[in-house]
């Protein structure tokens, strides 16, 4: 039994399993995005602010050394997560994008199709007549040259 590969149905399910991965994909990324900007904001944000309240008229309000450098590195770990959170967000998204320009690309290509074929049309409607007129000159040409070839004229 042989297997029939280019089917409409089969193209219609695998369509819709496409764009329902490319959603999933495209809205995770985008929530990934959101949450690695708040990070990447709230540890960018707080940079000096960790330092500076720490240290607070050349005493450490009651931290030690130890206590003021690990929240410094604190806001460093949340920048620096919120960074890698983004890549992955701006990966998952542009995967879901791929998805769906690509499961709706026959109705991309029906609609440019629509946009182009009348100008098409026209410019061919518009050339014909030109370019019949050039392909007989070009035929009387062959014609005459091959006539004189027979005849022995040069």
């Known amino acids: 039994m042989e297997t029939e590969y280019l089917n409409e149905e089969r193209y219609q399910d695998t369509n819709k399993k496409v764009k329902k991965v490319g959603i999933i ?3 995770i990324g985008l929530l990934v995005i959101v ?3 708040f990070m990447l904001f709230n540890g960018f944000g707080s940079f000096g602010k960790t330092a500076i309240n720490s240290v607070g ?3 450490l309000n009651n931290n030690t050394v130890q206590e003021a450098a690990s929240q ?3 806001s460093v770990g949340k920048f620096a997560l919120g960074a890698f959170i983004n890549v992955i967000g701006f990966g998952l998204a542009a995967a879901g994008g791929t998805l769906l320009i690509t499961a ?3 109705e991309i290509m029906a ?3 629509q946009q182009v074929m009348p100008l098409a049309k026209e410019g061919i409607e518009k050339a014909t007549p ?3 007129n050039a392909a007989e000159s070009i035929a009387q040409s062959i014609s005459r040259g091959i006539e004189q070839g027979k005849n022995g004229d040069q």
């Open 25 to 27: 994909l495209l809205v």
């Open 35 to 37: 949450v690695g900007m």
């Open 57 to 59: 008229n050349g005493t």
């Open 72 to 74: 410094g590195f604190a």
């Open 104 to 106: 709706h690309k026959r």
């Open 111 to 113: 609609y440019q199709a």
């Open 130 to 132: 030109t370019i019949a």
